[in-house]
């Protein structure tokens, strides 16, 4: 009987299990893979984004381009002009405004300005606003008006004139920070790099 209650306690004493060392150092090692795991997440997440705000706004810009391009061409009566085109036949301005409809018949006529506004400062990021006024025999008859893009650093029309003055061409040059739809705030510690786009386009007396 002896012997027996000898050996049962010999084998209790030789379970096998886990120190407090070994433990330790398995949370420590698990600790280190998650928190590697999730700074790679968390990188790739923000390098994502970056991307997606890019093409978006890319996207954005050229068709607000495009479209501005096609209003300059199917305009007339621009400005603001020089006082004297001959002297100085080129000038550059954040604001540019046109004849965009008339309609002799019912004697409407439309004038569409494009201007630069100040967004959250004096030093930007700005806005572009597209603005749309009625007149009917000369008489003011409404006005609509509608942000184009924002987050713009730069709004620039740079617009050369012939004798008349006529306009000849018109140069528009945005510089803007890529955003998207989101507002996470995420991807703050990582440099955006902005996006230019510069188009000239010619009323269609002038284009070629």
């Known amino acids: 009987m002896k012997s027996q209650r000898i050996n049962r306690s010999t084998k ?38 970056i991307t997606t705000e890019g093409a978006s706004t890319n996207v954005v810009a050229r068709i ?5 391009t096609s209003m300059v061409r199917t305009g007339e009566e621009f400005g603001p002009y ?27 006529h439309r ?16 806005e572009l606003w597209y603005t749309v006024t009625t007149f009917t025999n000369g008489d003011f008859t409404s006005v609509s008006e509608a942000p184009l893009m924002v987050g713009l650093n730069k709004v620039l029309f740079e ?3 012939d004798v008349g003055p006529t306009l000849r ?24 790099p902005t996006i230019r786009l510069v188009a000239s386009a010619s009323p269609r007396q002038f284009d070629d």
């Open 12 to 49: 209790r004493t030789r379970r096998n299990g886990f120190s407090l060392i070994e433990v330790l150092i398995s949370l420590t090692i698990t600790s280190t893979l998650l928190t590697a795991t999730m700074a790679a997440l968390d990188a790739s997440f923000k390098s994502y984004k």
């Open 64 to 68: 607000v381009m495009q479209r501005v």
């Open 82 to 108: 020089p006082v004297n085109p001959i002297s100085t036949p080129s000038i550059e301005s954040t604001w540019m405004e046109f004849v965009s409809y008339r309609d002799p018949a019912t004697g409407v």
């Open 111 to 126: 004038v569409t300005r494009l201007e630069r506004r100040d967004g959250e400062g004096d030093d930007g990021p700005f």
């Open 159 to 161: 617009m050369e004139y």
């Open 169 to 192: 061409r018109v140069t528009i040059d945005l510089i803007m920070q890529p955003d998207d739809v989101q507002d996470a705030a995420v991807g703050a510690d990582l440099e955006t």
